[in-house]
C-alpha cells in the first residue's frame, strides 16, 4: 500500500468521525526498515517517523536530517534510563514514558539541556505483564506526578492487546486522557488506525503498510 493510499484512508476516516481535516499526525514507523525504503519515502515529501530504538534511531536520522528539512522524529519504543540523554538530544517527541524512574531523569536532563522534546505517557491498558507502560489504575497519578516535575505531558499512548478488541482500549485511553486534560492520543497501527481516529487518535503509527515487511536481520 503507498504512503498516499494511507494518508487518503487517513482522511476518510477524520472525514466519516466529524474530525477536522489534518488533525490526525501519520507516524510512517520506519524501524529496521532499509535505508533506502525510508529516503523513498522522504522524497515523496513526508517528514514524521517513529523509530523503536534510540541507537537504530542515531544511526541514521543524523545523515537524513542532512539531506531533508522539517524532519519530525517519534520515539516510539521503550526508552531505558541511560538512553534519556541521546533520545532528547535526537528525537523531537518520545511517546514511552512509562515509570517514574525515567519521568525523574528526563526532568533532570531537560534542566540541564534547557529543553525537552514534547512526552506521551504510555499505559498498559490490557495490564499485560510483558508490555512497558503505567497500569490504567496508576495513571491519573502519573501523569499528576509528572506534571510536577514540568514535563511537557501532550497525550497518552497504548499498544492493544493483539487477542483483544482495539476499540475497547482505543476508548479506554480516550478516557483518561479527557478527565486529565490531555489532547494528544497516540493510538493506532496498520490494522485499526481507522477505528483509533474514530476514538479521538491524534497520531497514528503505521509502519509496514507504507514500507512493506520489516527486513529483521538473521
Known sequence: ????????????????????????????VSKVQ???RVEAVLEEGHRCFGENRVQEAAGKWPQFR?????????????????????????????????????ANA???LAQELGHCPDLFIQVNTGEEEQKAGILPQDADGFVA???????????????PP?????????????????????????????????SAIALGATHVRVGSAIFGARAYSA
Open 1 to 28: 500500500m503507498s504512503l498516499s493510499e494511507i494518508k487518503s484512508r487517513i482522511a476518510a476516516a477524520e472525514s466519516a468521525a466529524g474530525r477536522v481535516p489534518g488533525s490526525v499526525e501519520l507516524i510512517a
Open 106 to 108: 528526563l526532568a533532570r
Open 162 to 194: 493483539v487477542d483483544e478488541e482495539p476499540s475497547l482500549h482505543f476508548a479506554l485511553l480516550a478516557k483518561m486522557a479527557e478527565r486529565n486534560g490531555l489532547n494528544g492520543l497516540s493510538m493506532g497501527m496498520s490494522g485499526d488506525f481507522e
Open 66 to 102: 542532512e539531506k531533508f528539512t522539517g524532519v519530525d522524529l517519534h520515539l516510539i519504543g521503550p526508552l531505558q534510563t541511560n538512553k534519556a540523554r541521546q533520545a532528547m538530544e535526537l528525537v523531537n517527541v518520545i511517546h514511552s514514558v512509562d515509570r517514574p524512574k525515567l
Open 145 to 159: 506526578e509528572c506534571r510536577k516535575l514540568d514535563l511537557p505531558i501532550k497525550g497518552l499512548m497504548c499498544i
Open 34 to 36: 532499509p535505508n533506502e
